[in-house]
């Protein structure tokens, strides 16, 4: 099982940017589907974004133009670049993959956007 470890979260005004990472204890080559999801409080986890193998993305209407989620498996990281922030992106922001039809998840980084 490959241990997930996101980053770079925290307090950014209203129209700032952050990009968190998300390092894979071991190669993350042969994982297809990997990505972002996120949980504000008192709302069910939410898919935020996610990446294939092949670099192709998929992003829930509400970050679509603003996020962009990439990966470089020579690093074994996923990335989630977020620009124009705004305060309802407000939540803990979880790193995700699919392996086997089963779902795991890192613990989570906090982002908070301040208005």
């Known amino acids: 099982q490959v241990q997930l470890v996101e980053s770079g979260g925290g307090l950014v005004q209203a129209g700032g940017s952050l990009r968190l990472s998300c390092v894979a204890s071991?190669?993350?080559?042969?994982?297809?589907?990997m990505g972002w999801y996120r949980q504000a409080p008192g709302k069910q986890r939410e898919l935020v974004a996610t990446i294939t193998s092949a670099g192709s993305t998929n992003y829930a209407d509400s970050v679509k133009g603003r996020f962009t989620c990439s990966r470089d498996n020579a690093k074994n990281t996923v990335y989630l670049q977020m620009n124009s922030l705004k305060p309802e992106d407000t939540a803990d922001y979880y790193c995700w993959y699919n392996w086997g039809g089963l779902d795991y998840w890192g613990k989570g980084t906090l982002v908070t956007v301040s208005s």
């Open positions: 071991r190669s993350i080559f042969s994982i297809n589907r």
